[in-house]
């Protein structure tokens, strides 16, 4: 009988451990007629390139990068950011998600908070560049989606990044 119980019990943590996945987001900005309207249900990665969002990719750096465990913007992420920030002033109709992203060092749930993090103090610069809040959403990838796989600082380094993607 412990046997069993043993042995439901590890299969439980196995499958438990398996089936962490990446959040995605729920939601979405839309434009609406009195300002914009947050899309339920809506997977982020299935939306299509938009010609503002090539426009934005050609006419902007829509990265940022960080120091190990950092999430300030400072240095050149400043320069970057007010691009990005003047590109938005010119196009107000622009919806943007920032992505969050850490580098594979560090327990998924620390990755997870470093990302919002790094996403939600450029989306504060944003803010206080004037842009509406309510054009802004955060999502945090952590560790999930490393933009460069490898263990070596030079693969960490890309991978500590906030990405702002356009609608």
């Known amino acids: 009988m412990t046997f069993k119980f043993l042995s439901a019990f590890v299969l439980l943590g196995f499958l438990s451990a398996c089936s962490n996945k990446p959040a995605e987001p729920s939601q979405f900005a839309v434009?609406?007629?009195g300002g914009y309207a947050w899309q339920e249900d809506v997977d982020i990665s299935s939306l299509?390139?938009?010609e503002m969002s090539r426009q934005f990719k050609e006419e902007t750096d829509n990265m940022v990068f960080?120091?190990?465990n950092r999430y300030d913007?400072?240095?050149?992420?400043?320069?970057?950011?007010?691009?990005?920030?003047e590109w938005l002033k010119a196009h107000p109709?622009?919806?943007?998600l920032i992505?969050?992203?850490a580098d594979e060092r560090g327990t998924r749930e620390y990755?997870?908070?470093l990302g919002e993090r790094r996403a939600s103090s450029v989306m504060d610069f944003f803010i206080a560049s004037g842009i509406n809040k309510e054009r802004i959403k955060t999502i945090s990838y952590g560790k999930e989606r490393p933009m460069v796989v490898g263990s070596s600082e030079e693969a960490w380094s890309k991978n500590r990044r906030a990405v702002t993607v356009v609608q």
């Open 66 to 68: 960080f120091a190990f």
């Open 99 to 101: 992505e969050g992203h």
């Open 48 to 50: 299509q390139d938009t």
């Open 111 to 113: 990755n997870l908070a």
């Open 93 to 96: 109709a622009a919806l943007i």
């Open 73 to 85: 913007v400072t240095g050149e992420n400043l320069e970057i950011l007010k691009a990005q920030a």
């Open 31 to 33: 434009p609406t007629e």
